[in-house]
Every structure is written in structure tokens, then in C-alpha cells.
């Protein structure tokens, strides 16, 4: 399935995301008390409750709005690699990486020791993302997808084995988007307002793997720890009239700014931080395409 409903999602948790990422950003955050030395079991019953109730009521919401429209059919599997030049696989990884992290900081948050909150939170990423996929199976409109089952892994295991290796999240996935002109051709797959094209128009949506430099660097090092270099893919020409549009890859290269390590007293501008870098900061970007162009665009987002 397209990943429209997750990425949906991931903004909405990513706000509790932000709240507990302006207190701790790292496992170091255990020192200054956000995150408890022991199990706080009031503080676990109430992270269970409110994932179940998430869950319960997401995994509802898919069942009776939207595959509400497509007849139910036996379990079955569906081959789709090969569409949406792979931009809906991007959106997968996006979600099941901030989905994981959202996990990880809550059960952190309830004294959870820090290897087993890693592993729970990247597993429940993981098998929502699964019961997603399941529906799907049993769509006659969609079908079981391995493709999104392999970016659904790759999310997890992004956040995870960054996690175990250096408490710190060196390379972030952030998403850019802009307005395109494909809509108007196609507005009930690209979207008719702003707000769906957004979520719909993988034309305008560029994912990014933004790594962090100074992280790799001597501690002592006076290089900006905020500043960070990207690589994005993006897609043109989906969901178009083919013999009008040309379909095409995008790569591109840029820098970025991981606003966690922007340095600050205030809560308030570290949630704020915490949340708004899940989105990439606009800078001037190299851009090569599989048409063979290079382009440069003096600002990208």
C-alpha cells in the first residue's frame, strides 16, 4: 500500500516524539533523571495503555474508513517494486524509523532498560507496520507486499543499530516536499488540496539520509556539530500521463542541520528542534537525474 496512512501518522507521534526527545536526545539524558535508573512501573502501564489504545485504534480506523471501499478478498501476494519508482518504499523506511524512535523514547522515558526498550520499540514499529501489510494481503486493491516488508526492516534496523552502536542517531532520515503541477492531471491518486498533496504527491517529496560530520569527529573537534551533509531521492512523472510526462529519478546532495544538536536551555525550542527536524532544512543542492542532467538549485526543499 501506498504509505500515506503511516506518514500521516508519524507526523501526528512524532509530536510526543519531539516532547520527550527536548529532554534527552541520548541514553547520557539517564544522568540529568529523564530517564528513571529503574523500571517507574505507573510510568509503563500508562505508555502500554496509551500504544494499545494508538494501536487498537489505528489498526480500526484503516479497517472501517479506508479499505472500507474494496471488497475483502483471500490472502495474497503482490509484486509493486516496481511502481512509484520505489518513492513509497522511501516512505515506508521514513515511518518505520520514527515510528521505532517514538517507541524507544517512551519506554526509556518509563525506566526501561536501554538495550531492551531498543529492541521492544523497533519490534512494535515493526509489527504494526506488519498488520498494516496483512490488511493490505487481504485487500482486493492492494495485496501482501515483500518490498514493503524489506523498507519496513530497513527503517527499524536503521534506528536500532544506531542506537546500539552510539546511543545517538548519527544519520537521520528527513523527508522535503514542494508543490508541484502534477496534481491537476490526477487529483484523486495525487490529491485535490494542499494539505493531500502532501501526503499524496510523491512528485514534490524528496526523502533524505542526513549524516552528521562532527560526530565521526575528535571530540575537541571546533567543527559545527549542528551541520550535517544529505543525499535525497526523489521521483518525477508519478501517477502522470506518460506520453505527456516523462518518469525519472532524482538524486541529489546537500547540507543539512541537525537542530538536537543545536544548543539550548529552553524546552520549549528543543521540542520544537526535536520536531522539526524530521524535515529537511532547505540549502542549495545538487541534483543528478537519470535523463543524465545535472542541475544545480540555489535553494531545495
Not at 19 to 30: E, H, I, K, P, R
Not at 31 to 46: A, I, V, Y
Not at 53 to 70: C, E, H, Q, R
Not at 181 to 202: K, M
Amino acid at each position: 500500500m501506498v504509505n500515506q496512512t503511516s506518514l500521516r501518522l508519524v507526523f501526528i507521534m512524532a509530536f510526543f516524539c519531539s516532547v520527550l526527545n527536548s529532554n534527552g536526545q541520548q541514553d547520557t539524558a539517564t544522568h540529568n533523571g529523564f530517564f528513571p535508573d529503574t523500571l517507574n512501573k505507573k510510568r509503563l502501564t500508562g505508555v502500554i495503555i496509551a500504544q494499545s489504545a494508538v494501536y487498537a485504534g489505528a489498526i480500526t480506523g484503516l479497517s472501517a474508513l479506508y479499505y472500507k471501499d474494496y471488497k475483502r478478498s483471500s490472502f495474497y501476494f503482490y509484486n509493486d517494486n516496481d511502481s512509484w519508482l520505489q518513492m513509497d518504499k522511501m516512505g515506508h523506511v521514513f515511518a518505520s524509523y520514527y515510528l521505532s524512535q517514538v517507541m524507544h523514547l517512551s519506554y526509556r522515558w518509563a525506566g526501561v532498560e536501554r538495550r531492551k526498550a531498543i529492541l521492544f520499540g523497533s519490534l512494535l514499529s515493526y509489527t504494526f507496520q506488519l498488520n498494516i501489510e496483512i490488511l493490505d494481503g487481504i485487500s482486493s486493491k492492494w495485496g501482501f507486499s515483500w518490498g514493503d516488508i524489506a523498507a519496513n526492516t530497513a527503517g527499524c534496523l536503521l534506528f536500532a543499530g544506531q542506537q546500539l552502536a552510539w546511543d545517538e542517531q548519527r544519520f537521520v532520515v528527513k523527508y522535503s516536499w514542494h508543490p508541484t503541477d502534477y496534481p491537476q492531471y490526477n487529483p484523486n491518486i495525487l490529491g485535490s488540496t494542499v494539505l493531500e498533496n502532501l501526503w499524496e504527491d510523491y512528485n514534490g517529496m524528496t526523502f533524505w539520509l542526513s549524516g552528521n560530520i562532527s560526530s565521526f569527529l575528535p571530540e575537541k573537534s571546533k567543527f559545527p556539530k549542528w551541520l550535517n551533509v544529505a543525499i535525497g531521492y526523489g521521483g518525477e512523472g508519478l501517477a502522470a500521463n506518460t506520453d505527456q510526462f516523462l518518469q525519472y529519478r532524482q538524486f541529489f546532495f546537500s547540507l543539512d542541520v541537525d537542530l538536537n544538536r543545536i544548543p539550548t536551555r529552553s524546552k520549549s525550542l528543543k521540542a520544537l528542534f526535536a520536531l522539526l527536524n524530521l524535515l529537511k532544512i532547505p540549502f542549495p543542492a545538487i541534483e543528478y537525474n537519470t535523463l543524465g542532467q545535472f542541475r544545480f538549485h540555489y535553494i531545495y526543499f
